[in-house]
């Protein structure tokens, strides 16, 4: 999973995992609204509810497609997708026996499991290891070198302020890896050789792979301008993704692609508690997590020429991606998650929220990081009266704002029974 995610609720899961069981029984539909790394809706998944997950970021919908959504270990075709799986065997199996004891691998036990996860494994070390040579010359092409390396010559940027200087998000090494493997999907995906299934798992794998070695200091607004963070001196690895949660019940569940929560709620089915998770401030997830989505974009992207020559700003965003949701700005969050629960079909709401430092008032003047707003709208004639109750816990905020000084913060759950 992605770690250095603003909200990441990966840490806190079990606590609210407690409130939800206090109204919810297993088979239960929960609807994660927005989900970001599915962090939450994996959780619930692994509690034996039904899920409903959905987030405006397209990384969100790969990883729910192949970790939430599916649950089997997709079976890749090494013959069809030109692998000669001599070549990788040993790696693969050296690969997965040091993740053997890990927490999310005791599938392994089980051969026939065992013998369907090493292909993923293979295609994961043939990839890891490809060269341009590898991929077909209608698909060669080197894009995050150009544009996001300093080496690349689309990485020229100028900022408002005026500073000047190249993209440094990767380094050159690992930007041609990048292109290699995207290139290599591309290719597959292109052909037809991967189910969607698939096709959102090596995505997903990519997406967090890369989070490893990027060169920034969490969000892909900015990067590192003069100095390599140490982890992206890293050459890129594949990540081998923990199975257990994904194949641990045979639930349906329903993902929607990229959605405004907003909409969304409208299409979905009734659901007994409705989990709230939205942002916490102004910034707006689409702009400081371009990367992952346009990594889950390039294989679809018709024009690739077209589309990086109109990136912008010093991250070089092509701003055709962006999606300015209402629920990052102060004047429009309350009266957005007012109607939100006002359509939603659902019995019980819980929202988290929590005070850290690098909050806005929302929707107030009040300098309380909005907490009274939040609560005015719990206590609102959209619920039961007397159902309102407000959790709070203190907690380590690691993710504070532009520092890697960790302070403390309240983690707030709002509950409320919705009237009928
Ligand atoms: C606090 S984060 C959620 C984190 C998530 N619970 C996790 O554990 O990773 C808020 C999420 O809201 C999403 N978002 C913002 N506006 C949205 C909208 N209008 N519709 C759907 N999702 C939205 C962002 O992309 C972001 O992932």
Redesign the pocket.
């Given at each position: 999973m992605i770690q250095r995610?603003?909200?990441?609720?990966?840490s806190i899961a079990d606590y609210i995992l407690r409130e939800v069981g206090r109204f919810c029984q297993p088979r239960d539909i929960v609807c994660d609204i927005?989900?970001?790394?599915i962090?939450?809706s994996m959780a619930l998944k692994r509690s034996g509810y039904r899920v409903i997950s959905?987030?405006?970021?397209i990384f969100?919908y790969h990883y729910a497609n192949c970790y939430l959504r599916n649950n089997t270990i997709p079976n890749f075709d090494l013959g069809i997708l030109g692998i000669d799986s001599t070549e990788y065997e040993k790696m693969a199996q050296e690969a997965i026996n040091i993740k053997k004891s890990e927490t999310g691998f005791s599938f392994l036990n089980k051969q026939n499991l065992y013998e369907l996860y090493k292909k993923l494994v293979i295609v994961l070390v043939y990839l890891e290891n490809i060269e341009t040579k590898d991929v077909d010359k209608k698909y060669v092409g080197k894009y995050f070198y150009d544009t996001y390396t300093e080496e690349g010559k689309n990485s020229y940027f100028r900022s408002l302020r005026g500073t000047e200087g190249h993209r440094r998000f990767f380094t050159p090494s690992n930007g041609k890896r990048i292109d290699n493997i995207l290139n290599k999907i591309r290719e597959w995906n292109d052909n037809h050789l991967l189910t969607e299934v698939q096709y959102s798992l090596l995505i997903s794998i990519v997406c967090e792979s890369i989070e490893k070695i990027s060169n920034t200091q969490g969000t892909y607004h900015d990067f590192q301008r003069d100095i390599y963070d140490e982890r992206a001196l890293h050459d890129l690895t594949l990540r081998i993704p923990p199975f257990d949660d994904v194949i641990s019940t045979q639930n349906e569940h329903i993902i929607g692609k990229a959605?405004?929560?907003?909409r969304f709620i409208k299409e979905i089915p009734n659901h007994k508690l409705l989990y709230l998770?939205?942002?916490?401030n102004f910034r707006q997830?689409?702009s400081y997590y371009f990367m992952l989505n346009l990594i889950c974009n390039y294989c679809t992207i018709k024009d690739l020429k077209k589309y990086f020559k109109n990136v912008q700003f010093v991250r070089g965003q092509n701003m055709d991606d962006d999606f300015d949701?209402?629920?990052?700005k102060s004047d429009k969050f309350i009266e957005s998650l007012k109607q939100l629960i006002k359509d939603a079909k659902t019995q019980y709401v819980i929202m988290s929220y929590y005070d850290g430092r690098n909050h806005e008032n929302k929707g107030t003047n009040r300098k309380d990081n909005g907490i009274a707003a939040i609560i005015d709208l719990f206590e609102s004639d959209i619920f039961k009266a007397g159902s309102f109750e407000q959790l709070a816990f203190e907690r380590t905020n690691y993710q504070s704002f532009q520092g890697h000084t960790a302070d403390k913060c309240n983690e707030y759950l709002f509950i409320a029974e919705k009237k009928k």
């Open positions: 995610y603003l909200g990441n609720k990966n927005f989900s970001g790394t962090s939450m959905n987030d405006i970021s969100s959605q405004d929560s907003l998770d939205p942002p916490y997830y689409t949701s209402t629920f990052c």
